[in-house]
Structures are given as structure tokens and as C-alpha cells.
């Protein structure tokens, strides 16, 4: 069975600061996909970012970048220069066999 | 360039009426799926369809039922709904590629 764990159901930031957001992936298998989704106050789901457990390169995409670390099964979100758009509940999940297994969550809020 | 649309954004129905929620994609993806959030969670998998005229159970299938009429079109009927089966449901589109999931903007559902 596969697992994801978010374990920061809430996380603060100044605007403009860097802040990390934590998951863990748990499975047997050895080729998967790995996602951070936001879902913004509009109930949008909006793909932030996508790594391929086979690649070591960790992903990037503009501010956002990923921490992957597969033996400890740490999948992180950095986001950099923090904007109050990005205010909104981040989701990890983890994809094996076209099932997206979520994690719950965690609130991310913007200080200006 | 509507992406995955899914009607109704909102219903209000009685125990015991049927529905069913309706969902296309125009991005010609194999897979689809259904999704309910329910608060401080993250997506649990309804039902999936990995390709035209296949579907397949998901986390928590009991209470629906599901179509897949084409390769642009999945739905999910509820025959009975029930007051567990208030959530929000979202259709997705997509998997197992580079390419990520995309999905509809969701449909809030409430059983009274």
C-alpha cells in the first residue's frame, strides 16, 4: 500500500521569505511520479509541480522547486520570494498504477 | 482550451434521489477518474477509468456507480444518495505520463 504524509497541517510565511513544505511518500514500487497540487479559496486544483522518481535531478519550476529525496522518501516544496498569491492549501500525492494517492494537506499563509 | 469540465458547481439533493455528475475532457487523455474531498482531507479515489470502455474501483466506491460513454466522457451517478455523500467531487483527466492530472473545477454536492 502506498502512503502519503504531510505533517505540517498549517505553515506561515512573511511575504517574500522562503518557505519549505514537507511530504513523505511511502511505497514498494520503483517508478512513480511524485506532485505538489494548490488549491486555491476557488477550489481549483492547480499542479505546481511534478518529479519523476527515476530522475535525480530534483524539479524546478520558476520560484517553486522540489527536495526529493527517494531513500528517505522525502518529497519537499520550497517556494522562494513568497507572494500573497500563493496563499492556498498544498496538497503532495504520489502516483503508481494511474491512482494518485493524496496526502491531507497543509495551509499555507501569506503575511504581508 | 476548456481542459476537463465537469457540471453541475453545485447540488442540493434529498436522501434518497439519484444524480448523476457529469464530466469531459478535450485534452485526449486515456484515463479518467472521480474524486470526493471531503474537509481537512485530500482526494480519495472514487472510481478510475484507465481507457475507453474500462473502469475500475477505487478508495472508496460504495454509493456510486460510473460510465465511461466515450473517450471524452466520464460520469458519476449516485442511485441513492446519502448525507456521507456530501462532499466535493472532482473529475480528473490524465495520469501516468509527464504530463501530470488536470481536472475540473469540482462540484459541491450536498445530501440533506
Known amino acids: 500500500a502506498q502512503t502519503v504524509t504531510q505533517s505540517q497541517p498549517e505553515m506561515s510565511v512573511q511575504e517574500a521569505e522562503t518557505v519549505t513544505l514537507s511530504c513523505t511518500y511511502d511505497t514498494s514500487e520503483s517508478d512513480y511520479y511524485l506532485f505538489w497540487y494548490k488549491q486555491p479559496p476557488s477550489r481549483q486544483m492547480i499542479l505546481v509541480i511534478r518529479?519523476?522518481?527515476?530522475k535525480q535531478q530534483n524539479a524546478t519550476e520558476n520560484r517553486f522547486s522540489v527536495n526529493f529525496q527517494k531513500a528517505a522518501k522525502s518529497f519537499s516544496l520550497k517556494i522562494s520570494d513568497s507572494q500573497l498569491g500563493d496563499a492556498a492549501m498544498y496538497f503532495c500525492?504520489?502516483?503508481?498504477?494511474?491512482?494518485?494517492?493524496w496526502g491531507a494537506g497543509t495551509k499555507l499563509i501569506i503575511k504581508p | 482550451n476548456a481542459g476537463v469540465t465537469q457540471t453541475p458547481k453545485f447540488q442540493v439533493l434529498k436522501t434518497g434521489q439519484s444524480m448523476t455528475l457529469q464530466c469531459a475532457q478535450d485534452?485526449?487523455?486515456?484515463?479518467m477518474y472521480w474524486y470526493r474531498q471531503d474537509p481537512g482531507m485530500g482526494l480519495r479515489l472514487i472510481y478510475y477509468s484507465a481507457s475507453e470502455g474500462t473502469t475500475d474501483k477505487g478508495e472508496v466506491p460504495n454509493g456510486y456507480n460510473v460510465s465511461r460513454l466515450n473517450k471524452r466522457e466520464f460520469s458519476l451517478r449516485l442511485e441513492s444518495a446519502a448525507p456521507s455523500q456530501t462532499s466535493v467531487y472532482f473529475c480528473?483527466?490524465?495520469?501516468?505520463?509527464?504530463?501530470?492530472?488536470?481536472f475540473g473545477s469540482g462540484t459541491r454536492l450536498t445530501v440533506v
Open positions: 500525492a504520489g502516483d503508481s498504477n494511474y491512482q494518485l494517492i
Open positions: 518529479q519523476e522518481a527515476y
Open positions: 485534452m485526449n487523455h486515456n484515463s
Open positions: 480528473a483527466g490524465g495520469g501516468g505520463t509527464n504530463y501530470g492530472y488536470t
